[in-house]
């Protein structure tokens, strides 16, 4: 019997799994937009897991860390697109390192 857990549903994100260089690299390219939709300073920003989707490109679902001395987070939907352009789509503030990643608008 296989473990299928990680393995999309079709259309669904799988995951989540831990954060890599590639995902950070991500999660560096929108801050300063969320940055501005926020009109925060993030000091720190630092991706924890993600789940990911094929579309007409990807979406990822990202947890980032946003504090060393709390574990208050955000979660973030970005949309790469199949020429490589990096957009935040959506994002949700006042979360914890113990919220589950879910999909969102």
Do not use: W
Request: aromatic share 8%.
């Amino acid at each position: 019997m296989s473990d299928r857990r990680s393995e999309p549903l079709p259309g669904g994100f799988f995951g989540p799994e831990p954060a890599n260089d590639e995902i950070q690299k991500i999660v560096d390219q929108v801050k300063p937009q969320l940055e501005e939709k926020e009109n925060v300073k993030y000091e720190v920003f630092v991706a924890i897991e993600y789940m990911l989707q094929i579309v007409q490109g990807k979406n990822y679902l990202i947890k980032v860390s946003v504090n060393n001395s709390t574990d208050e987070c955000v979660h973030l939907k970005v949309y790469v697109n199949l020429e490589g352009e990096i957009i935040l789509t959506a994002y949700e503030t006042g979360k914890t390192k113990c919220d589950p990643l879910t999909d969102f608008e």
